[in-house]
């Protein structure tokens, strides 16, 4: 019998911070295996303060809707007292009664990361068994695993609806829990009509027929929702698949009540009026007043804007270009050198640290799939460098990518490549924005801004987890520079990049440079140099100018798909096109990069044409 946990040492700093509880896992009511299991193996000394208002309520076994910051520990907040509630049920649980537990998630790499954690949980209760499905992932495969019998079965959307509608031997007669993680973006990604479909076949949803109702009553069916942001999307959701809801962590928004009295709350069914009032006051919230969104207090957030000047810049930069060798240095940036200035922020991140963990948003898989290219084999000797006749890799460290167009293979070694390493960097869409809990990761990248602030939030949110510092960087242009109101009134407040620094911390023909007059960063002769070298690197080879082709054609395409109040602040026609493709390492005009993209185009369906067989292929019929 493990011994009773006192209250445990509580974690100084973080307790200031408010992000852990004073009181113990025993004190939640945990059995006394799991407690030590989580304190002896998982290294956990005290819950989380979301983890100590959710887990009772949830062991009492009402539905919940929970918001917390990002990275404090809402996959434990529920993972912990279903695994509780399972191993005491009498006789055991057998894999023949199929699946209790279903824990839904917008992604394939959080699915597997939930999956990781549950494993750990049901370390001491092996009769427990947890399992995945998800898209990309071997359906014949999976249909084996779920007529064995899955007891906590994680999974995407899409492929769950599938297996709800075409494998027979899927039981879910036992289903106790359903938890919607990330639930925002899993409405967000469009699955809203299939979780609809996905509820109205687990006779889970409020607003069905009676018949389903006494199911889910006969059931004590527990419905969690969780997410560290909040939109009216998620009203919906939680309209048709919550009953009687404790709200976790909106009442601290609306300062209505303390989190004790949070777990005590019954509400009318659906959601009462005032339930309705805070969440509605909520999400308008969302895009009205400050303190919508919980940042981690830990994460430094700041920005790199480009220049408005930078087109008279570009053109006097060859020109003027003796001015530095006089040292004279400007003070902005353009959009043209915004790849080299990255280069440099990345190179100066891993000369400072040894081992860094980096993550760079990027806005669509094409892009992702260039910069990659760049950050993995650019090379160089600049006339910058002592050696000035060995060439070597501009950045010395692993670089992968990741993105939903990879195959699924790849995608998964991507995950656990850059989660296992020391010093890496991961270029990524916003496949990895949500949920990812990648270790030790210092510092995030948005070098292409994201959509909505929250967003936003859940990029910033794969550093600082847990208490660990971290900073955030943000890339903008001079005229996308409104965004920063944007995000301040969902509580970010971000200041300037001390970019003229780090730049000249980089050597000049050997030298470090003294700063005499304020130029563009443009002529700093490291920013001309890199600038040169990405140019030769790009136009050296086909297959590095049609990625970069291709990354410049899908960005300009992702940065008209900007809705709602962000389209006034991220609109194509105030940008420099020109400058825009030189940030690809382009010298060509967008139009004739644009029209050489309609060419290839065209070619390559000529080619799929010619390549198809004569016959009708015959399609096989649906399982
Ligand atoms: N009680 C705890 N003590 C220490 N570490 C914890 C505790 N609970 C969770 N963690 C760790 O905190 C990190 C973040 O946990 P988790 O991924 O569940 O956060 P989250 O709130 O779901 O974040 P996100 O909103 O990004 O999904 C993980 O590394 C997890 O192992």
Known sequence: MAKKLGKSPAVKDEEKEGLFASCSFPDLGLHPTLCAHLQDKMGFKAPTRIQAQAIPVAISGQH?????????????????????????????VERTDGTFALVLVPTRELCLQVYGIAQQLVHRFHWIVPGYIMGGENRAKEKARLRKGISILIATPGRLLDHLQHTSSFVYSNLRWIVFDEA????????????????????????????????????QRQNLLLSATLNEKVNRLAKISLKNPVMIGLEEQNKTSDSSSARGKNHTSLLSDDEEKILE??????????????????????YVKGSSKCFLILVLAHVLHFLCSLNFLFYSVSCGSRLAILLTILKSLF?????????????????????????????????????MDK???????????????????????????FSSEKSAI?????VAARGLDFPKVKCIIQYDSPGDASEYVHRVGRTARIGEKGEALLFLQPVEIDYLGDLKLHGALLTEYPLQKVLDSFPVNGQRLHKRK??????????????????????????????????FCSWIRAYTAHRGELKNIFMVKKLHLGHVARSFGLKEQPSLVGRSHQVQLKKRKKELKRERPAKRRKIPAKR
């Open 64 to 92: 919940m809707l929970v918001k917390a910051a990002t990275g404090t520990g809402k996959t434990l907040a529920y993972l912990a007292p279903i695994v509780h509630l399972l191993q005491m049920r009498e006789p055991r």
């Open 184 to 219: 925002d973006s899993i409405l967000e990604l469009g699955f809203g009509k299939a979780l609809e479909d996905i509820l109205e076949l687990l006779g889970s949803r409020n607003d069905a027929s009676e018949q389903n109702k006494n199911k889910m009553e006969s059931m």
């Open 281 to 302: 006051k909520h999400s308008t919230k969302v895009d009205q007043t400050v303190d919508d969104f919980k940042l981690p207090a830990q994460l430094v957030q700041r």
């Open 351 to 387: 000369e400072r640290q040894l081992s860094h963990k980096v993550v760079v948003f990027l806005s669509t898989c094409d892009s992702v799939d260039f910069h990659h290219t760049v950050l993995n084999q650019l090379e160089w000797t600049s006339g910058l460098q002592l050696d």
């Open 391 to 417: 060439k070597q890799k501009f950045l010395n460290c692993k670089v992968f990518r990741l993105h939903g167009n990879m195959d699924q293979d790849d995608r998964k070694k991507s995950f656990l490549g």
């Open 426 to 430: 991961l270029v990524s869409t916003d």
């Open 518 to 551: 304020q130029i563009s960063l443009d002529m700093h002769p490291w920013i001309m140099s890199l600038q040169r070298a990405l140019e030769s690197f790009v136009t050296s080879e086909d297959t590095t100018k049609k990625l970069a082709r291709d990354a």
